[in-house]
């Protein structure tokens, strides 16, 4: 018998605002709510067609809440503000959608429907949408939260307000940003175990629990998720705000590749946060080792030749906005050959993509299609993930870019040290979809370890599998 629980979970990657989302407290609501003196007032209202059951899910980059839905099926959000949002329904066993729905004066009206999958086998389907979660459906779902106990040894507390699988999606994305001890079936390590509140409040320490606030979510439409108050607020955990020096060379050599010197616990603080707050291409580069402090002069300044990035007090205290354009800019300048600047003509092209990371609409369709050419975001090649399980037997569907691919294999292992693999194959030339399957050796725990990738070429490329991938309990 195969008892199965299955996860993918993104690592989506652009700069953030400095907004966070808004939303009071994610109470649960009567569907016939009714306003002060009786009065209908503004609200989104909805129904759900398949079960009474389950918790519907209201969000965009910017606002997010959650309501438990009524005996009748019914729901109903208030004080949403105007603009496009997804809907979608938690709930395990059945087969759901995300609906896209456009908030005008405060109102709209959503129907969501669940319908029941067959019993018998194990089924699990994860797809890219409008959320920064994606959408699962199947007989097991909340795999962040699992993720989350599992890797981090956190346990998410609903006593304040409750956590959805999208707001612990964004959380466990964030928490991957930041490297830190984690605790793997292949490389078990024994962690401190957390509680995490969703609170309506202010972030909180105490002791072994913290409160994060539910509007510390928010991030930049259309880029990578980036929530800067989470991440920073992460950071100060880690790093036990700044002053454990020996997590801070971590993170900055893990994550940026550099080492820091001379700034202050709080200082060192932001500029992590700010050398997160950019594209991937940009965060790492084999050329830049070192970041200095100094005293005075411009916000941030790049001497390639030496390999290292002087960062002035004085950045700071300054508008942030302002000096993290510079800092952009100045990281630019080690991505920045003369064969780029020369194609690119007159004008700085460092100055140019600090602009165009800041303001991509702002260009014109000549220099953003260069810009696109320089990569500084990487591609994310899985888009769905389908599994099916009955008994030790499990076939795996992959959804790929448009690139797609001529092959692809994943290496499965289970707590008792056991690989094998799993070979994927096109099910059609463009080979946008690839499918496998495998029976497996003996029962406990399986997780996947890397996914290898091949062109249509043949080249290929080896990724490890936060974006997606799944755990398998076979009796």
Known sequence: MTKALAFAALLLSACATDGEISGGPARDVDFDVQGVGGHDVARVTGVVQGVSEGRVVLGNDTWLESREISGGGGFAFEGVPDGTYFAKLEIAGYATTTQTVTVTGG??????????????????QWSRDASRGGHEQGSAIGTAKATLRDAYAIELSDEDQAWTDEHAARLLQ??????????????????????????????????????VPATSFA?????????????????RVVTHDGRDRTAVDRILAER???????????????????FEDMPARLRAMSSLKTVIRRIGGAPARASVSD???????????????????ALVREKARFVVTPELQLAWGAGDLAEAIADYVFTPNA???EASAMMSGLQLEPERPITNVAIQAKERTVTVELGLSAAGASSAAIYLFNEAGYYTFLSLNPTSAAGEIVRGEVTLPQGGTWRPDVIVLRDRLGVPSVRDLSEAGWKLEVE
């Open 256 to 274: 940026y590749g550099v080492r820091a010197w001379l700034f202050d616990n709080a200082e060192i603080v932001e500029l992590i946060s700010r």
């Open 107 to 124: 109102a709209a009206t959503v129907t969501l429907t669940a319908t029941p999958l067959p019993t018998g086998a194990f089924f699990y």
């Open 174 to 211: 964030t928490l991957r940003t930041v490297p830190q001890p984690a605790s793997a079936a292949f490389a078990p390590t024994p962690l401190a175990p957390t509680t995490w509140v969703l609170a309506s409040g202010a972030f909180a320490r105490t002791g072994d629990v913290i409160h």
């Open 219 to 235: 991030t930049r439409s259309g880029g990578r998720f980036y929530a800067r108050n989470l991440h920073t607020e992460i950071v």
């Open 307 to 325: 390999g290292y990035l002087e960062i002035a007090d004085t950045s700071f205290t300054i508008d942030r906005a302002d000096a993290q354009h």
């Open 363 to 365: 260009m014109s369709p």
